[in-house]
């Protein structure tokens, strides 16, 4: 048994990095000769999550084979000769049995002969870069489609599902998977304890998915509600721009809390409108990676938030952070949604303001503060139970 008292470094899993002394017992292949976990997996885009997600299945112990594709022809060589990502995860040694490949879109013969393909671009690329992969798939024999992005699209207000639908079709987002969850790719890489959503419609997705990932680092948490996942995943990225923003003024731990805590009851509101369950924003994609982002400089949404927060512009925020904040964009897709459903959210509101009509971050925080006293802070219902016996003794006494 670990002890998790231990200094980190001392953990057993992190010391050890090849896999292939040490295979997972237990078939992959289930009672009729199929694949219980894919076995050959290509990751396209090589950013910080493409890499991690990379090397993590390439060092599981599994011995899944793992391409990585990467539209950038020195990061392809480098990977390939060095083991390194000149870009991204600079310090990372990757596994030498990790195949870069690119930078062009491998071919449709070699798609044909992978069991999944997991998807690490950004949001706002994605269905530019799924309708160049469409023509390359085998409709009759989808391998599983693995997606980490978070957001929503800036002028369609669609979600990745939609996206998927549109440009794959409506049988490969029935199938598609979605990972999310508080998950820094520079942690994942250094084997520190995380923990993920893993979703899909199709449960028998969600759950090979969160088999092929699980590891004694990472545990998976399956569940059938993608909507609400995607809801949860790309607002608390909005909502990261806003608890840096307030960070970037000089507020303090009450704000960063209660900021984080409206946050999570305005995403949950959203949510159940939209349809999604309101429970899903409770898991590992809702208050889990809201918790994270809104609490860390290493977030690149909190960072957006802080950077305008210090009176900075968000032109030149965007054009040095190095990678992609989707909170920017999703805050003009979900200002689209909130009209649609009409549901008071004045801190997603908020920072559309400061993102795209000019509102000064400490007009916004003051602006907020002076938002109409809501009546009630959430709709408590203590009807059953040991509340309802104490509640109806109180009425009787
Ligand atoms: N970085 C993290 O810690 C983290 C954690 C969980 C989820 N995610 C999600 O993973 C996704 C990828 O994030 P990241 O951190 O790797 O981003 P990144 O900015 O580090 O890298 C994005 C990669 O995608 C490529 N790319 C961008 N647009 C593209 C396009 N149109 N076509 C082809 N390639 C394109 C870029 O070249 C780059 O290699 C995001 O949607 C993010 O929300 C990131
Ligand atoms: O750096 P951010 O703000 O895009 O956050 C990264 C991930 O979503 C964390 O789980």
Known sequence: MSNLSTPAAQLPWMRKRSPRSTPRSGSPVDENGEKKIPSRILVLGSGNFGSCLADHLATSDLHVDVWLWSRDAATV???NEDHKNPKYLTEHVFPEWLRAVGPE????EFLGTMDMLLFSIPTPGLRKFLESVNPLL???SLPLLAFVNKGIEAKTKALTLEIIADTLGPLAARQAIFISGPSFAKEVVKRQPTTVSVVSISEEHALKVSELFHQPWFRCYPGTDPIGVELAGALKNVYAIAAGVADGLGFENNTRAGLVTRSLAEMTRIGQAY??????????AGVGDLF???????SRNYTVGY???????????VKTLGSVAEGVSTAEGLHEIIKEIGVEAPIAEAMYSVLYEGLSARDAAEELMNFPAAKREIEVCAGTGHAAAILSKLRTD
């Not at 879109?105 to 449709?108: F, G, I, S, V």
């Not at 349809?275 to 590992?284: H, Y």
């Not at 994270?292 to 290493?298: A, D, E, R, V």
């Not at 950077?307 to 030149?316: A, I, S, T, V």
């Open 138 to 140: 085998d409709h009759d």
């Open 275 to 284: 349809g999604a369950s309101p429970l899903t924003f409770l898991t590992l």
């Open 307 to 317: 950077r305008l927060g210090q009176g900075q512009k968000l032109d030149e925020i």
């Open 77 to 79: 060589k480098s990977l």
């Open 105 to 108: 879109l491998p071919d449709k």
């Open 292 to 298: 994270l982002t809104c609490s860390s400089p290493n």
